[in-house]
């Protein structure tokens, strides 16, 4: 039976003060711009395991950007969802990582990408069964146990479901919150992306999803293929802007619960800088829209 981490340094969503952060994956060719841009209410993201070596240009940079900024550290090579036991080599630099940035936000996904001592360069589905449920929560306490802290666990972009799985999503990711106490990071652009290669409803998804758990919204380019029976297949590819129907569930999300740290990622054929802040501030725009609305309501409630 897992137990949820104890007490947090910080809280499990953002304070009031970081609720309409926006920010951007933090890309090295754009630190100059950023330095000389001052922004405000923003924050940057970084993909934990590009700083874990020991010192050297990655982490002079990652420091001028935590000297002015607050950061998220976004781990890729966790493999929560791998049958077998965590790298306690790579949950030691994960954790130690955590320690020397103090970052606002800490999060990983809900996928594998190791077996058996290999480890492929994706993020893999897993079946939602009871089995499995009992692995992740494991991990993910931990995880926690290590950094002291919770994590934002992240929904998936799929591409194959499993005919074994005995659960929707949405009530696994309920469950895995409920039993770690865990918050959740829920990608916009994967839902939409997930709906469509699966056919299904994003908005029905995102009625089932405890929308009550999440401390980060990530959004993102997509691209368009075929498959081998000339269907249409989306590829979660951060390599262009956000599409519209993303952006109106997204408008959506926020309508429901008020502004959330709200991030861009992009990580391929990189825009200039003005792009990529154009899309945060888009963002941020929709979060003052609907923020004051949800404000109104509760004053009016009191």
């Known amino acids: 039976m897992t137990t949820a981490v104890g007490e947090p340094d910080r ?25 000389a841009d001052r922004l405000s209410d923003r924050f940057f993201e970084v993909h934990a395991e ?16 935590r000297e002015n900024y607050p950061l998220s550290i976004h781990g ?44 492929f360069n994706d993020l893999l589905p897993l079946p939602y069964t009871k089995e499995t449920l009992g692995k992740v929560c494991e991990h993910i306490d931990q995880v926690q146990e290590a950094i002291k802290r919770p994590i934002l666990l992240e929904n998936p972009s799929t591409y194959v479901a499993f005919a074994s799985s005995t659960m929707s999503e949405t009530d696994f990711i309920r469950a895995v919150a409920q039993r770690t106490g865990c918050g959740l990071l829920l990608d916009v652009n994967n839902v939409f992306v997930s709906a469509t290669n699966h056919d299904f409803s994003a908005a029905a998804y995102l009625a089932g999803f405890p929308l009550e758990q999440v401390g980060e919204i990530h959004l993102a380019g997509h691209s368009e293929q075929r498959d081998d029976e000339n269907e249409l297949l989306l590829i979660d590819s951060h390599d262009r802007t956000v599409a519209d129907p993303v952006w109106n569930l997204y408008r959506d999300v926020v309508s429901r619960i008020g502004p959330r740290p709200t991030l861009i990622e992009w990580d391929s054929n990189l825009p200039d800088w003005p792009v990529l802040r154009a899309q945060a501030l888009t963002a941020r725009q929709i979060m003052a829209e609907h923020g004051m609305s949800l404000s109104e309501e509760v004053s009016h409630a009191i």
């Open 11 to 35: 809280p499990l969503h953002a304070t009031a003060g970081a609720q309409g952060l926006t920010g951007t994956s933090f890309k090295h060719e754009h630190l100059s711009a950023i330095l």
């Open 50 to 65: 590009n700083y874990m070596g020991a010192g050297g240009p990655p982490h002079r940079t990652l420091t001028a950007i």
């Open 76 to 119: 890729v090579c966790m493999s929560i969802g791998g049958t077998g036991a965590l790298d306690v080599n790579h949950l030691a630099r994960f954790r130690d990582l955590v320690a020397r940035y103090e970052p606002t936000l800490v999060s990983e996904h809900l996928a594998w990408s190791s077996h058996g001592g290999k480890f």
